[in-house]
């Protein structure tokens, strides 16, 4: 069955930096899309990065740009989202999204940005 387990997040300091990682099975990872979602207290779950199969295309939320990239191993069925200059609007729980022919979540990674 497909299972989708994030890693990764914690408690930092605003400015700094995190990297999250989705390890993937149960399904033929290099040949789907995959993205990355966040959900903050109160707020519906907003679309963070999404990465192609081949990883030749990525495409960010704007209150993301410059500061999150998105990438992928399919050698090693993970994708990660390499987090810097976070900021306080970030803490969430990050989810890790498969888009089969259905599609797929993870359990989630809790990212709090206080100091």
């Known amino acids: 069955q497909v299972q989708l387990v994030e890693s990764g997040g914690g408690l930092v300091q605003p400015g700094g930096s995190l990297r999250l990682s989705c390890a993937a099975s149960?399904?033929?990872?290099?040949?789907?899309?995959m993205s990355w979602h966040r959900q903050a207290p109160g707020k519906e779950r907003e679309l963070v990065a999404s990465i192609v199969s081949s990883g030749s295309r990525t495409n960010y939320a704007d209150s993301v740009k410059g500061r999150f990239t998105i990438s992928r191993d399919n050698a090693k069925n993970t994708v990660y989202l390499q987090m810097n200059s976070l900021k306080p609007e970030d803490t969430a729980v990050y989810y890790c999204?498969?888009?089969?022919?259905?599609?797929?979540w993870g359990q989630g990674t809790q990212v709090t940005v206080s100091s």
């Open positions: 999204k498969a888009l089969l022919p259905e599609t797929y």
């Open positions: 149960g399904f033929t990872f290099s040949s789907y899309t």
